[in-house]
T-cell receptor
Framework: DTGVSQNPRHKITKRGQNVTFRCDPI?????LYWYRQTLGQGPEFLTY????????KSRLLSDRFSAERPKGSFSTLEIQRTEQGDSAMYLC?????????????FGPGTRLTVT | GDSVTQMEGPVTLSEEAFLTINCTYT??????LFWYVQYPGEGLQLLLK?????DKGSNKGFEATYRKETTSFHLEKGSVQVSDSAVYFC??????????????FGRGTQLTVWP
């Protein structure tokens, strides 16, 4: 399978704990995006990377959130001191950028539940 | 700001009925427009796209035409099937070439098709 993969698929954590999610993009894609989706809403942009450079961050990305893509391949999204409002589906997508008209291909998501 | 507005759902149709899901956009630049579909229990899949005015995107019997004069990108299908039951998201991306970045999504429209 050469699609976008995300791990874990589900995470249940207690308020105040830290969590980390991983995304492995399609191998030749240089861009990697993180989005958050809550029930009944469309995905909301969090941040994106071109290779290892983080090019844009949303105002939604508070200082408790940090994302990395150290070697320009996989990426991690960490949430520190989780809050109940962080409960959502976290989606990762990758693209070739301008080379394919910014078609973004999404992974299955990581569902976070904060109790 | 840049945004997408989709018609409210849910939409319920009988098999072989004609489908229209309305999508309008507000954009500060030159948007590319997309429709994504999310089948039950699955991730977001790109359905079709259009990158400039008057382009028509098509896939799996679905079509949408990029109308700059009405800032619209309505999704249509002539004869829906039960297997088309899903949530449909309209999205846009601003810029050209290296300035392409995040996707802005609508809230999604739930479609249910009955046999």
């Amino acid at each position: 399978d050469t699609g976008v993969s995300q791990n874990p698929r589900h995470k249940i954590t207690k308020r105040g704990q830290n969590v980390t999610f991983r995304c492995d993009p399609i191998s030749e894609h240089n861009r990697l995006y993180w989005y958050r989706q809550t029930l009944g809403q469309g995905p909301e942009f969090l941040t994106y990377f071109q290779n290892e450079a983080q090019l844009e961050k949303s105002r939604l990305l508070s200082d408790r959130f940090s994302a990395e893509r150290p070697k320009g391949s996989f990426s991690t999204l960490e949430i520190q001191r989780t809050e109940q409002g962080d409960s959502a589906m976290y989606l990762c997508a990758s693209s070739l950028g301008a080379d394919n008209g910014n078609e973004q291909y999404f992974g299955p998501g990581t569902r976070l539940t904060v109790t | 700001g840049d945004s997408v507005t989709q018609m409210e759902g849910p939409v319920t149709l009988s098999e072989e009925a004609f489908l229209t899901i309305n999508c309008t956009y507000t954009a500060t630049g030159y948007p590319s427009l997309f429709w994504y579909v999310q089948y039950p229990g699955e991730g977001l899949q790109l359905l079709l796209k259009a990158t400039k005015a008057d382009d028509k995107g098509s896939n799996k019997g679905f079509e949408a035409t990029y109308r700059k004069e009405t800032t619209s990108f309505h999704l249509e299908k002539g004869s829906v099937q039960v297997s088309d039951s899903a949530v449909y998201f309209c999205a846009l991306s601003i810029g050209r070439g290296s300035t392409l970045g995040r996707l802005y999504f609508g809230r999604g429209t739930q479609l249910t098709v009955w046999p």
